[in-house]
């Protein structure tokens, strides 16, 4: 679980960074198919030897994994937050047509758009930490459905 964990954190590490200078809400759809993965890779690592074991190394796999796409999501926003300076913002936002409040001062957006970017990436990692635990268990069950359950494992000799 481990390894698997490790594995997939560099992946969702390198894979995060990519995709939140898109934008931060990329990464929670990356999270879906990394922690199936985690789980997964899991129980082909583990090989535990029945269905509760199986879901206990996928969770452990995909909160191990979590801790990657949650690094990776916070340097993306951060080398996104510099890129896209809140003066761009605040125009990117008037093209759209959305209404910016009046007296709203670039000083004052510039402090609401570096609260808004720390709020959403934080909010976005835990998120992503329960999404890739969750799936981690699913990709666990999943090893054991398609891999585990048709093992044969036999009983220690005694000698």
Do not use: H
């Amino acid at each position: 679980m481990f390894r698997s964990g490790l594995i997939i954190g560099i992946i969702a590490l390198l894979l995060a960074i990519g995709s939140a200078l898109l934008s931060p809400l990329c990464v929670p759809c990356l999270a879906l198919l990394l922690g199936l993965g985690a789980g997964y890779l899991a129980g082909t690592f583990d090989k535990p030897s029945d269905q509760r074991g199986a879901a206990r190394v996928g969770v452990i796999a995909g909160a191990l994994s979590s801790i990657g796409a949650l690094a990776g999501q916070s340097i993306g926003a951060l080398i996104n937050s510099q890129l896209v300076r809140p003066a761009d913002a605040l125009e990117l936002l008037r093209q759209f047509g959305m209404q910016v409040p009046l007296g709203t001062t670039p000083a004052e957006f510039a402090r609401i758009f570096g609260a808004s970017m720390i709020i959403s990436t934080f909010c976005l990692g835990l998120f992503d930490i329960f999404l890739m635990a969750g799936l981690g268990t699913l990709g666990g069950l999943l090893w054991w459905q398609v891999s585990g359950s048709k093992r044969v494992v036999l009983p220690p000799s005694q000698t």
